[in-house]
């Protein structure tokens, strides 16, 4: 067991020095870039990286009208239906009057989470309309001034804190309702980006009066953050929006100082590569290709392809539904709506890619979550209840990428999950070659992880470059099912001679 153990951590190593950073290259002297270089490996971390599977709920004011307004419907996202030219902003501004979500449950919410398998939650306490989901004293925008009252914020954290799901909290950069906010453009813009990059000083304020009002904005985002911090002790991190902002970005040295206030109040806050950027208007990474903060934020809505897509940062991938909805959309015809398989499949290539996976989730005014949402729920969480040891706590396996799904790993066991199952009902698996003359790595054993039943393993022979193939027998049961599954193998090493007696024995 030692030396196999020792064989996959040589593999893993191989695997993953391709990600080490080419330290030939002059470094830009930074202030405000990454302030570590590699992985954060705290306890707080760790745990956040072996989550497998999130939620995210997005919910506001804007879940009144969802989508549509005066017989109308946007085609665009919902929690931005103030934009959406088919509402005024004083009757948006106004629809917190009505907000009384009669029908809302925390304690439901949090239980559909756990039984589909989510293992923290990530809620937005503010978007982009500036209406605080939690009683803040800094606004009167806020849910105390509803017809409901109730912290909300408090309620789900309660909730799902008690369930063993972690919370974190979004909050919105970007915040129509302030006078002092301002946005100067988008720091993806070329002509912008290219004044930051070539150090050039970009004032995004066409007025002092504006500078001047965005330095109370400042304060007040800093006060409400300090808030959510002070308020809600039992989250473990905050996930921010917005900050592609060019009077956010112009604002980096404040922003850098801000998130280590934050982190200083709250040891272990895990905040992710969305709040700030380096000084040069780099976000996510720095001018060094540095990871700023602890985990990267830019896959949403979209996975990496391959493991080296990744470069060896942590990441998670935040997913709606339906193509582009995050908060309550009445009308779902509009795009293409994913199935639980969908989102199963999704979730196990971001593990077997070092990642999480987060599914979004949309409740309307009354703080129902919608019917199709806890269809889906039901069918992911009945999948995982099954075969969550395929995805909680696992990593990137010692396979490659093959054809039948996705490999993940924790610890010797290696888990195959089978999205396509193949015609003949044989799951060919490439091993690894060894790098030791005249040893090979044999399938020791192979059990599917539905019912524990032992798999039948066959010699699938070998190719012209070398490698060794096994082919794990489908029984008619399995083959008969009409969803994913997942088989667990272990590898062993053994003297190139003993191939054929050995896998005689197990067969």
């Known amino acids: 067991m030692k030396k196999n153990l020792l064989i996959t951590t040589l593999l893993c190593f191989f695997m993953f020095s391709g990600f080490a950073q080419d330290k030939s290259k002059e470094r830009i002297p ?21 989550y497998g599977l999130g939620q995210f709920i997005h919910w506001g004011v804007y879940a009144i009208p969802g989508g549509q307004w005066n017989g109308k419907t946007t085609t665009y996202a919902a929690e931005w239906f103030r934009t959406s030219g088919l509402i005024t902003h004083e009757e948006y501004d106004n629809l917190y009057k009505q907000f009384n979500p009669v029908n809302f449950d925390a304690k439901e919410w949090a239980k559909q989470a756990k039984q589909m398998g989510a293992r923290y939650m990530i809620f937005t306490t503010k978007h982009h309309d500036g209406f605080c989901m939690w009683p803040s004293q800094y606004t009167d925008y806020t849910i105390a001034n509803t017809p409901y009252k109730k912290d909300i914020v408090k309620e789900l954290v309660d909730a799902y804190t008690a369930e063993g799901i972690d919370v974190y909290l979004y909050f919105s950069i970007i915040d129509w309702s302030h006078p002092g906010y301002y946005s100067g453009g988008n720091i993806n813009s070329p002509k912008i980006k290219e004044t930051f990059q070539s150090g050039g000083d970009y004032n995004p304020f066409e007025t002092e009066e504006q500078e001047k009002r965005y330095e109370d904005f400042k304060s007040f ?38 998130g280590m206030e934050l982190r200083a109040k709250h040891p272990g806050l895990i905040i992710g590569s969305r709040f700030r950027s380096d000084e040069l208007g780099n976000r996510h990474v720095d001018a060094n290709g540095d990871l700023i903060d602890d ?53 196990v290539k971001a593990t077997s890619l070092n990642g999480n996976f987060v599914i979004n989730f949309g409740p309307d005014g009354d703080g129902n979550i919608r019917t199709e949402e806890t269809k889906i729920a039901k069918g992911v969480g009945e999948w995982m209840d099954v075969n969550r040891e395929a995805v909680y706590g696992v990593h990137n396996s010692v396979l490659e990428k093959q054809d039948w799904g996705y490999s993940t790993q924790k610890g010797e066991s290696i888990y195959l999950t089978v999205f396509n199952k193949p015609m003949n009902d044989r799951v060919r698996v490439k091993v690894p070659r060894s790098r030791t003359k005249d040893m090979i790595f044999v399938i020791e054993h192979a059990e599917f992880i539905s019912g524990k039943k032992e798999a039948i393993v066959t010699d699938g022979g070998r190719d012209k470059y070398g490698s060794y193939y096994y082919d794990i027998v489908i029984p008619q049961k399995v083959s008969n099912k009409k969803e994913p599954f997942v088989i667990k193998i272990k590898l062993k090493e053994v003297d190139r001679g003993a191939k054929a007696d050995y896998q005689k024995a197990i067969t």
């Open 221 to 258: 985002t800093r006060n409400q953050l300090l808030e959510l911090v002070d308020n809600y002790p039992a989250m473990k991190g905050l996930w921010f929006d917005g900050s592609w902002d060019v009077a956010w970005v112009k604002n980096a040295a404040w922003v850098d100082t801000l």
């Open 295 to 347: 985990y990267d934020q830019r896959y949403e809505r979209s996975l990496p392809s391959t493991l080296e897509d990744t470069k060896g940062f942590d990441w998670d991938c935040v997913m709606t539904i339906p193509e582009n909805q995050w908060g309550y959309h009445r009308d779902w015809s509009l795009s293409y709506v994913k199935t639980p398989y969908d989102l199963i499949e999704m979730t």
């Open 30 to 50: 930074l202030k405000h870039g990454a302030h570590r270089v590699g992985k954060r490996n705290d306890a707080a971390m760790q745990k956040w990286r072996e």
